[in-house]
């Protein structure tokens, strides 16, 4: 167990739907990423926030986007939802932005 | 931007033997991170091993030890041996080590272990 919760482990939607993600990360750590393990593109980076603040973006669609609360729990909120954005998203957190990352367990999600 | 390749879809080796998994990154920075995760059946992501660019002495934790080769731009992973438990996808990572940024992965190997 890292200590990373994430909510909910699975969720099936529509296309044309929106959903959102929900990450819990370790105590004391002030960085989150979001990361989409997909088969067809693999692993992801997609976006990190650290303290309630962007920090740094990756492959992230439009469609999608992110924010961390000062609880410092985040939420990935993916909107329009296509077939193609069935995946498996992790979130993972970190005491600083450069320290090695731990992963939650993941939200499946299948969008149909 | 930087590349991480993994050659090697799948790899088999019997129970108790040694296996090497390969890795080779591109990438202009200096100052960066490399890291072995496993990834079990369950789907967790376990940080196996990480290595500092600008240390030369290659990483090690009990079974688990790499190869580190900067100027080739390789990171290896030998897992000696080999348990069932290893079984996994396991996926070679960087990180740019000057500021924030996520983790870039190469596309993972399969490792089957033969009892």
């Known amino acids: 167990d890292s200590g990373v919760t994430q909510t909910p482990k699975h969720l099936i939607t529509a296309t044309g739907q929106r959903v959102t993600l929900r990450c819990s990360p370790r105590?004391?750590?002030?960085?989150v990423y979001w990361y989409q393990q997909s088969l067809d593109q693999g692993l992801q980076f997609l976006i990190q926030?650290?303290?309630?603040?962007?920090?740094a973006k990756g492959n992230i669609l439009e469609r999608f986007s992110a924010q961390q609360f000062p609880d410092l729990h985040s939420e990935l909120n993916l909107s329009s939802l296509e077939l193609g954005d069935s995946a498996l998203y992790f979130c993972a957190s970190s005491p600083w932005t450069d320290n090695e990352q731990f992963f939650g367990p993941g939200t499946r999600l299948t969008v149909l | 931007a930087q590349t991480v390749t993994q050659s090697q879809p799948e790899m088999s080796v019997q129970e108790a033997e040694t296996v090497t998994l390969s890795c080779t990154y591109d990438?202009?920075?200096?100052?960066?991170?490399l890291f072995w995760y496993k990834q079990p059946p369950s789907r967790q992501m376990i940080l196996v091993i990480r290595q500092e660019a600008y240390k030369q002495q290659n990483a090690t934790e009990n079974r688990f030890s790499v190869n580190f080769q900067k100027a080739a731009k390789s990171f290896s992973l030998k897992i000696s041996d080999s348990q069932l438990g290893d079984a996994a996808m396991y996926f070679c990572?960087?990180?740019f080590g000057g500021g924030a940024d996520g983790l870039t992965f190469g596309k993972g190997t399969h490792l089957i272990i033969q009892p």
């Open positions: 105590s004391g750590d002030l960085s």
């Open positions: 990572a960087y990180r």
């Open positions: 926030y650290y303290n309630g603040e962007e920090r």
């Open positions: 990438t202009s920075e200096s100052d960066y991170y």
